[in-house]
């Protein structure tokens, strides 16, 4: 008796969980980066409250992040080409501010019981450095590469359906111009479009054209996954933004 041949089922394919870059919760739908506003600032003001580590580490950039298991600090000093690590289990239930004031905590405490012990901050520091793990990582998973975007509103961006990177000085006005057409052909109320949109659309182009006459750009740091430090400035910043290709002229 001949066996029935076997059928292959495709593998359903889950997509990635999408979680938001300040607690690590689900992100509700329609939002990008974060659940919401507060959940993203009351990470910051604690990572610039807890500085003073950093401080006394002499730490010239460092990095926070977290998966699901793990809370991860890395840290670049200096007068070190060596990037310092420190690592704690994530604790059920809490979010990831509550496990970075516990890593903060332990390391300020180990920082000063050595110090009253030598009298020696420098040696307190070396010691705690010494502690941490040296992963073989570059000097560039931590210093930050700079991004240029342009001084724009976002909703006239929003409006043409255009992105920043389409708004680099070759062809800018091109761009813009083409964008336009695109929303035009779709929007305009003489083939059935929306009034209100059509002028949002309309408002967005006379900025943007404007605006490409003397174009200004800001200058942004960081990581598009990672809270970074910069010693200079002794200050957190949060993750940016991404650049996404722009599409292919038409």
Known sequence: MTAAPKILL?????????????????LPPRHRRYCANECRMQLLATLNRRTGLLKALNIRYATFHFTEFVI????????????????LPRSFGKKPVADFCDLSN??????????????????????????????????????????I?????????????LRAGDLSPANMQGRIKQAYRRQVKRHHPDIGGNARMFRTIQEAYEKLIEWSKNPTYIRRSGFPDK???????????QPIMQRKPAPPSE
């Open 227 to 237: 809270w970074l430090y910069e010693g200079l400035n002794n200050r957190w910043l």
């Open 106 to 147: 332990m390391l300020g405490s180990q920082w000063w019981d050595i110090r009253d012990r030598t009298k020696k901050r420098y040696v307190a520091s070396e010691r705690l450095l010494q502690q941490a793990q040296k992963p073989p990582l570059p000097k560039e998973a931590v210093i930050p590469s700079a991004l």
């Open 10 to 26: 495709p593998v359903r394919q889950e997509a990635p969980r999408r979680t938001c870059l300040a607690c690590g919760g689900a």
């Open 72 to 87: 991860v600090m890395d840290m670049l000093p200096y007068d070190r080409e060596q990037i310092f690590s420190y690592m």
């Open 149 to 161: 975007v342009p001084s724009v509103r976002a909703s006239s961006l929003i409006a043409l359906e």
